[in-house]
C-alpha cells in the first residue's frame, strides 16, 4: 500500500510537470494582446508596445517558462499584471475559499446522491426511481444561472431568510459563515445531483444482478453484510472516480456559482485571469487546480484501491 | 462536468471596464420620468433638497476592477474606487460647466496654447502633507511619460512631460504643443487625479490622496473600505461616516443586491439590467445624458463600401427613432451619423437623415449594386450590440444587403476591430466632441475603423480643436458633422443615456455623462 | 430482506417477460415519443411555427405569453413559441452528434489504457489529468480560435474536451471488468486485444457509458451555448435554445419566459434521452 500511494505522488509530480507545460503554451495562444487587454481598447499603440516589452510578452516563450520555472521553485509565483499583487498569496486564499465551497457542497451532496441512489436501485422502476431520476436529469439540465437567480429571488429576497451573498462579514462565526454558504451550495447540489445519483443507481443496479452478489446470498450471508461487503463496495467503485474527478472541477469550475453568489474563489479569479490575459495569475491559478484535482484524484486512487483489493497488488491479467 | 459554464460571463474584466467613459465631461441628472412611467421615486439634483444629515454608511455596487494605480487605471470599478480617496483639479457639472476642485481658477494664453491653474491653498493629503504645485506637477509628469505606459498620455497627446511647470507655490502652467481651446476638460481624464510628489506607483498599498474619503483596504475582486476624511478641504463633506465599494463580475448579481438591501447603490448598469429594478418599490433610478454611442463603420478603402452611394444607402436603411424605442426603451437620442452629441455646447443643425429604404435601392442600383450584396457584420457580446447587429440584419434585408452575423468575445473583437470592413462598436463619452472626432475621423487616428480619409475634414478639426469660442465651434462643428452625415463613413443611430440605481434612502446622489461617482454630497436617510 | 429482493426480481423480470411488454419498454417509449415531439415540431416549424423566428417586432416587446404570442416574445419582440420550436433542430444535432463522438472517443481510450495497463495507462491519464483541469470552456474557446468558428468544429472540440471525462468513467468500469473470469476465459481462448476490449468489456461497461452519455447531453447543450454567446458557436440570431437561454438570462427576472421556455425544452429532452437511454438499458438487460 505504502508502495501504491508513493507511487501515485510520483505520478502526482509528473502530471503538474505535463500541466506546467500545457499551462504556459496555452496561455501564449490565448486571444488577445496582454498590454492592450491592460491598457484597454482606447490605449495608444506605442504605449501597448512599451508595456509589452516591459511585462517581457514579446520575448520567446522557452525562455519566460524556464525563468518562471526558476521562480516557483523558489517560491516566487510572479505578480498579477492586472491586480498587481503576488500570485501566490492570492491563489492560496481563494483556493482555501472554493475548497470550503466545494467541500461543503459535497459533503451535502455525496452522501445525498449515494443514499437516493442505493435506495432507488433497490426498487428499480418504483415511483422513488422514476420520479427521482426524471426531476434530477431535468434539474440538472438548468444553467446554474437559472436555478442560482431562481434560489436568490426565492430565499434571498421574497422570503428574505438566507443572505444570497456567500462572502460572510469578516470575522463571523462558524453558523453565519454557514448561513452564507447555503444558497450556492443549494445551487451545486442541484446542478450535480443528477451525475452522482445516477452514475450511483447504475452501478448498483448492475451490482445487485450480479454472481458474486448471488454467491454471496446463496451462501448464506445476511443481506445486511452482503449489500455492504459485496454490493455497495462494487456499485461505488465507478462513484468514487467520478467524485475524486469531481474535485477539481469543482474547485475550478464555480466561475458562475461564485459569480452570482459574489464569492471570489479560485473559478472566479481563473476566468478573470483567463479574460485579461493575466499570464502570471492564469498560470499560478492554472497549477494550484491541476494540484486539487491531481490530489483528489489520487484521493479516489487510493480509496479505489482500499475498495478494490486487486488493483492495488499490481496487474494480474496478462 | 460545472466546467461548462465557465465564460457565461464573457470577459468581465475588459468589457466591463470600456462601459465606463474613456474621459469625462459632465453629467445631467434628469428624472425618468416618460420612459420608466411608474418608477418609484426618483433622485434627482432638482429635487427639493433637505438639509443633509452627516453620519451613516453606504455600499456600492460597482462592475469589475483590475489595477487601481491611478496611472495605469482603466477599469470601471478601479475608477469608482480611486475618485473617493483622490480628486481632479476640475469636476464637470451635470450642463458641461466645470466645477473647481483642486484647482480655482484657470485662464489660457496665447491663444490657448498655454493654461495657467490657480491651486486651491490648504489642501491636505490624507497623510497630512499640504497639496502643492509640486504635487500637481509631478502628478500630470508622470502621467504624460511615455515610460509610464497610462492611458492619459493617449488622451492628451498635445503634452509632454516638460510643458508642465511649477510658477510658484500654489500655480502651475501647462504649455501644450498646439493650442487646445478646452484643455481644462482633458484635466479631468480618469487618471489624472492628483497624487504625492513622491507617489510610488504603490496605490493599493499606501493609498494617499485628498479626497472626501480615505482608502482602508482594497481587495482584488472584492471591493474596497473607506473612512471618511475628516480634515476634507470642503467642509462639512461629505457626509457619509463610511463606505463600502463592492465590484462585481457580472451585472446581475448587483441588481440583486440592491434588491435585496446588500448594496444601496448601483454605480451604473445597461438598459437590458435595469428592467429588473424599474418598478421596484424603493428603488430610484437615475438617467444622465450621455454622448455614448455605437459605429457601424464601414471600411471606405475596399470594395463595396468605397463607393459614398453604398455607405448612404446602408445609413438610409435604419429607422433610428424605433432603434431607440426598440433596443433601449427610449433611453437615448436620435443621431445623424456624428458623434457630436445634444449635450455637447457645440450646437449642431444639419437635417436628420430618415429611413428611406427606395432611395437606399436606389443609390445601391447607381453604384452597380442593384441586388445588394452579401457581407459579415462583425461585433461584440456586448451591452445591446448584439441586438442592434440583429436589428441591422432585419433592416438591411429590404434593399438587398444580406447580413451574416459575427458576434465575438471582446478580446477577439478588439484583436481586428479596425481591420473588419463592416464592424458595431462602442464608444463611451468623451470631454469635448473634438476628442471622439480626432480619435474616430482624423486621416491618421489609429482607431478610424473606417480608414475614412478626408484632409478638408482634418482642417477643419484642428480649428475646431484649437477654438477656445463655442460659438464659433458650433460653426466649424457643423460643418464637419454635414460632412461626415454626407460621407457616411460610419452609421451613428443614437446617443444612449447612461443609468444609475439606487435605494430611496440615499439622497443627492447624481448621474454623470461618464458613469464618474461623486459621493462627496451624498447622505443616506436612517 | 436483500435475498428476497433480489431473487424477487430475477423471478419477476422472466414471468414479467412472459406476459407483459419487455422490461423497459415503456420509459423506452416515453423518451423515444416526447423526443419525437421535437424532431416534428423543428421539422415542421417552417409551416406551423406562427412566426419567423428571426422576425424582429417592436411593438410587441418582452410580451408575457398571450393567444397572439402563446411563448411571450423576447426583448426585440420575437416569437418564443416560433424560436423555441426551430430551434429543437439546433438540439438535436450538435448535442448528440458532440455527445456521441466525445463517448466513442472517450470509450476507446477508457479500454485501451484499462485494458493494457502499466506505463501506457500511466502517461494517458497523466495527460488526460493535466488537459482536463482546464475549465472546459476556456479549452473550447482555444481550439475555435484556431479552428474558427463552424457546426463542425462545435461538435468536434465538445466531443474532444467530453472525451477525457468519459475516459475515467469507462477506465473506473473497465478496470474491475478486466479481472472478471470472462475476460480471462476469452484470453486463454487466445481472443486478441481488440476483440476482448470490444466484445467482452464495452458491453460489460455500458451502464455507467449510457449514464455519461444521457447527463453529458445536457451540458454538450449549454456548452455550445455559451460557445455560441461567446461568438465561437451558433451564431445569434439563430434561435438555439442554449443560446436563447445565454442570451436572455439578464430578463431572468423581469421576462422570465424568454429563458423558461428554452429551458424546458433543453430539461424535456434531456429528460426524454434519460428515460430512453433507461428504458433501452432495461430492455437490453440479459
Redesign the interface.
Known sequence: MVRFVGRRVL?LA??LA??SV??FA?TN???GDVARIILGPFAPQDAVTRLNAELGTDRPVVIRYAEWLAGVAQGDWGRSYAFNTAVFPLVLERLGRSLLLAGSGLAVLVPLAIASGVAAA?R??GLFD?VL??VS???????E??TG?FLI?VFGIWLAVLPIQALPPEGAGPLTVAAHLVLPVGCLVLLLF??LF??TR??M??A??ADY??TA?LKGLP??T??WRH?LR?AL??T???IG?QI??LV??L?VVETLFKYPGI?SL??FA?TNKDIPLLVGC?LA??FV??LG?LAADVL?AVL?P??RHG???? | ?V??????F?ATGTSRRRFLAQFLAGTSALALASAFAGAAPLSSAFAQAPAPKRGGSLKVAVPAATTIDPVKLNSSGGIAIVQQAAEYLVYAEPDLTLRPVLATSWEPSEGGKVWTFALRQGVKFHDGRPMTADDVVASFQRLVDPANASPAAGAMPFLKKEGVAKVDQYTVRFTLDRPIGTFPNFTHTYNCVILPADYAGNFAEKPIGTGPFKLVSYRPQEGATFERNPDYWDAPKPYLDRLEIQTFES??PM??ALQSGDVQVVQQL?Y??A??VRNAPGIALIQADAADHRQLCMRTDTKPFDDKRVRQAVALCFDRP?MV??LL?GLADVANDHPIAPIYPEKIEIAQRQANVQQAQQLLAAAGYPQGFPIDLYT??YLEL??F???A??MLAPAGIKVN?????TN??YNHWTEVSFGLTDWTSRPVAAQILAQSFRSTAEWNAAHWKNPQFDEMLAKFEAEPDVETRSKIGNDMAALLNDEAPAVIAYFNKNLRASRSTVKNLTGSMSNYLDLTQVWVEA | ???T???G??GSRSSKRRFTPA?GTI?LAIGLAMVLVWIAASIGAPWFAPYPP???D?LA??QPPSAAHWFGTD???RDMLSRVMHGGTYVLTIAPAATLLGLVLGAAIGLVTAWF??WVD?VVM??L??????????LA??AL??LG?GTGNVILVIGLVFAP?IA??V???A??E??KEY??AA?LRGEGSLYIMAVELLPNVR??L??EG??RL??A???SA?LG????GV???TPDWGLM???N???????PWT?LFP?LG???V??AI??AA?GL??YL?P
Open positions: 505520478l509528473f502530471t505535463v500541466a500545457l499551462i496555452i495562444v490565448l486571444p433497490r428499480e422502476g422514476r431520476s426524471t436529469l431535468a434539474v440538472g439540465a438548468l444553467p444561472f437559472v437567480v429571488l443528477a451525475y445516477r452514475m447504475a452501478s443496479i448492475e445487485l444482478a452478489t448471488r446470498t443481506p445486511r452482503v449489500i454490493v462494487n467503485l465507478p468514487v472516480t467520478v474527478a477539481g472541477w475550478g469550475g466561475v473559478g481563473i476566468h483567463a492554472s487546480i491541476t484535482f491531481a484524484n479505489y478494490n486487486r488493483v496487474r494480474n491479467a496478462h | 462536468m466546467q461548462r459554464t465557465d465564460g457565461k464573457p451585472p446581475q441588481v440583486l445597461s437590458i439590467d428592467q429588473g424605433t424605442r426598440g426603451g461584440h457580446q448584439p441586438q447587429a440583429a436589428l440584419q432585419q452575423l459575427k458576434v465575438e468575445p477577439l473583437y | 430482506m436483500a435475498e429482493l433480489i431473487d426480481r430475477r422490461r420509459p428571426a422576425e424582429i417592436f416587446i418582452s426583448q426585440l419582440g495497463g502499466s500511466e497523466r495527460v489529468d493535466a488537459v482536463m483541469a482546464f475549465p472546459i470552456v476556456i474557446m482555444l480560435t484556431f468558428a471525462l475515467r468513467t477506465r473506473a468500469a478496470l474491475v478486466a479481472r475476460v480471462q484470453q451502464g455507467p449510457i449514464v444521457t447527463v445536457g451540458y447543450v449549454f456548452t455559451t454567446f461567446l461568438g465561437l451564431q445569434p440570431p437561454v445565454s442570451e438570462q439578464a430578463l431572468l427576472t423581469t421576462a429563458v429551458a433543453i430539461a424535456w434531456v429528460v434519460g428515460l433507461d438499458k432495461e438487460e
